[in-house]
């Protein structure tokens, strides 16, 4: 896995767990299990759904690979080894 | 003389959040004994808060709620200061709580002579599992002003306090919420005696010397419309 989809499947863990809890981008908001599966279909995003969710990612992917313990919990999460 | 003006719209499912932390805010200036006109209740419109702002015009303007590059929205959707009437920010702090809002708005309450904008230049994103968290450091740097602190300092202190709530929260495995707080960390600013940085695009940076930031705020909407096409 390289380090995005270690960062998807992380979130995507984090949704199982809490599916409805919410995440707010200003005025918009997903249940984390919306917005995992949002995370399942990037690709297929319309383009304002696809650039809130990439910011996010973009972000996150950046703490993980600046952010040492970010990324030891990230990937403990994941399931992948450190 | 009132000397703060507080408009906390309540309008959709984000702002009842950010309402709430805006009402811990209200309750500390009241116990406090501080003079203060508080707008909840639909009464956060722009008649209001610009009479309010009239009125007082060195009173501290805090705004908790949405917000674009060029405005600070209130309950009815509406822009309650925008780049029309932002000339009632000058010779005033303002303590902002809203997406996007120091990116122009910011910028050119600045350029009229407003004493400190604070506020993010990006969304604002949290999430409802660190709600507490979320509250204390969006909150934190307006505590600091009756600490004594400087602008600098409070921003330096915010941002730190961010990074040490960011660290518990991946302690706690709330790895969504400390992502919202980084975002936030960065999108952090206040300016104050310092000129606000110019814009990173040389292309924006031309707009705004020559045709101001009015102009530019239109062709980044324009922009922004045909990109989602």
């Known amino acids: 896995m390289n380090d995005l989809e270690i960062v998807i499947r992380a979130f995507q863990m984090e949704a199982q767990q809490k599916p409805n809890e919410k995440i707010f981008f200003g005025k918009i908001g997903y249940t984390f299990e919306e917005f995992a599966k949002l995370l399942n279909g990037l690709k297929h995003l319309p383009r304002n759904e696809k650039k809130l969710v990439q910011s996010h990612l973009d972000r996150a992917l950046k703490m993980f690979r600046e952010n040492e313990n970010y990324r030891r919990h990230m990937m403990s999460l994941a399931g992948v080894p450190c | ?229």
């Open chain 2, 1 to 229: 003389m009132l000397n703060y003006i507080i408009d906390r719209p309540l309008m959709d499912e984000a702002t009842q959040y950010t309402f709430q932390w805006c009402k811990e805010i209200v309750d500390f200036l009241n116990n406090q004994g501080e003079s203060i006109l508080d707008l909840p209740n639909n009464n956060a419109v722009r008649e209001n808060v610009e009479k309010g702002l009239k009125e007082n015009p060195s009173a501290l303007y805090i705004h908790y709620g949405h917000g674009d590059q060029d405005r600070l929205v209130g309950d009815d959707a509406l822009p309650v200061v925008d780049l029309n009437n932002v000339d009632l920010l000058s010779g005033r702090e303002v303590y902002t709580m809203a997406c996007l809002s120091a990116r122009v708005l910011g910028v050119t309450a600045y350029n009229k002579k407003c004493v400190a904008f604070w506020g993010y230049v990006e969304v604002v994103s949290f999430t409802t599992d660190a709600l507490e968290e979320f509250k204390e450091a969006l909150n934190y740097g307006f505590y600091l002003r009756f600490k004594g602190k400087g602008f600098k300092e409070r921003v330096d202190e915010t941002k730190a306090k961010m990074q040490e709530i960011t660290n518990k929260l991946i302690a706690d495995g709330k790895f969504m919420a400390a992502s919202c707080m980084d975002s936030n960390m960065n999108a952090l600013v206040c300016y104050d005696g310092g000129a606000p940085p110019p814009e990173a695009c040389p292309v924006s940076r031309v707009i705004a010397r020559l045709f101001g930031y009015r102009v530019l705020t239109t062709l980044r909407k324009i922009r922004d419309r045909l990109s989602l096409l």
